[in-house]
């Protein structure tokens, strides 16, 4: 089987370059040579290994649309968990060369289940310690971690609202799905003291610094999670910029965190909450209508252009998006995450 040559090109322009097999995906290739790049779900269900293909030939194999919708494949974007090359490549991928390792951070440790409630008709708080001696949670608000079923090699990704702690807390808002595996998890077996295998963080959502810009974070559903640790941060760390959490959902028992969110504004002069249900019933007291036609509004009356970090699922972040360009938002003031289904 051919070998071929594989370059990767960072946001900044450097690259690391190595040898891939025609029957073997990138991302594997790469691992198998000590290179870490960005990666998550490794089923093609995600867009965390995404980039673009500006010289050479590759077959895809299955990945989910929404992760890597036809328009985009047609631009030779590509997953590369699922790219496998034909030729000598070259790849162009959305991150810094300081996300590339050269050995597997992220050890997987131990953590205990310390508390488990539903939240909403399809939310579940799931709290965690940290409980192999270490105390230590290392996070930039935005990134994810990696939790594994118990029992099994099955693990998803979820971004945690806490920030970073030496007391090993973690906090995670899990929407719960009819279909899927860890869903199936919480409802039916986890229970208060049981141990879960994490492994994490990972990821390139985050906050960026613009000087005292204002920050505006849109968030659809259980996207509210990071969101919430990066405010928090903010909070943590006494950053001044004025931002605005516009929070979503579609029905208003969908809704969760509304203490936490006004809390939060309270001891935060520069915070502005803003809960929006789309079809909200005549009692709702909150914003009424889609988390994307009450930015819209904002953003329309806004004195200075904001930073936008947007996070939820991809109706929600692609509606979002196009807003931002009708009204003349850069693209490199939109930092954004979506929330995919796995294939699998």
């Known amino acids: 089987m051919a070998n071929h040559q594989i370059k990767i ?7 690391v370059s190595f040898d891939c097999a025609e029957d073997e995906d990138i991302i594997s290739a790469a691992i198998r040579q000590s290179i870490f790049l960005m990666s998550s779900c490794r089923e093609g269900g995600c867009a965390t290994c995404k980039g673009v293909c500006t010289e050479g030939d590759f077959e895809m194999g299955k990945v989910s649309a929404q992760a890597l919708p036809l328009e985009e494949q047609e631009e030779d974007m590509v997953l590369l968990c699922r790219c496998y090359p034909t030729d000598n490549m070259v790849v162009e991928v959305p991150y ?6 050269y050995s597997e951070e992220g050890k997987a440790f131990p953590a205990e289940i310390v508390e488990l409630e539903q939240v909403s008709s399809n939310v579940t708080k799931l709290c ?17 971690y990696d939790l594994e079923i118990p029992g099994t090699q099955t693990t998803r990704s979820y971004s945690p609202a806490n920030i970073e702690n030496n007391n090993g807390d973690m906090e995670f808002l899990i929407r719960v799905l009819d279909e899927g595996k860890f869903s199936h998890f919480l409802k039916n077996d986890a229970k208060v003291g049981q141990s879960i295998n994490v492994k994490g963080p990972s990821g390139i959502f985050g906050l960026v610094a613009n000087g005292f810009t204002p920050r505006y974070f849109v968030a659809g559903g259980t996207g509210l999670a990071p969101i919430l640790s990066m405010v928090r941060f903010m909070q943590e760390w006494g950053e001044p910029q004025p931002c605005t ?32 249900v789309w079809k909200a019933t005549d009692s709702w ?25 947007l996070c939820g699922p991809p109706g929600m972040v692609d509606a979002t998006y196009t807003v931002c360009e009708q009204l003349g938002i850069a693209e490199d003031k939109i930092y954004l995450e979506k929330f995919l289904p796995s294939v699998s």
């Not at 090109?9 to 690259?15: K, P």
């Not at 965690?128 to 994810?144: N, T």
């Not at 579609?250 to 203490?259: A, C, D, K, N, Q």
């Not at 007291?285 to 970090?309: I, N």
């Open 128 to 144: 965690l310690k940290r409980s192999d001696g270490e105390k230590q949670i290392k996070l930039d608000s935005g990134q994810y």
């Open 285 to 309: 007291q909150g914003e009424k209508g889609s988390v994307v036609d009450v930015l819209k509004k904002d953003l329309e009356s806004a004195a200075t252009k904001p930073d936008l970090y």
């Open 245 to 276: 959490i516009y929070f979503g959902s579609t029905f208003e028992e969908e809704v969760f965190y509304v203490e936490e969110l006004t809390q939060l504004a309270r001891e935060m002069d520069n915070l502005t909450v803003k809960i929006c």
């Open 96 to 101: 810094t060369f300081d996300r590339i390792s």
């Open 9 to 15: 090109i960072t946001q900044e322009g450097e690259s």
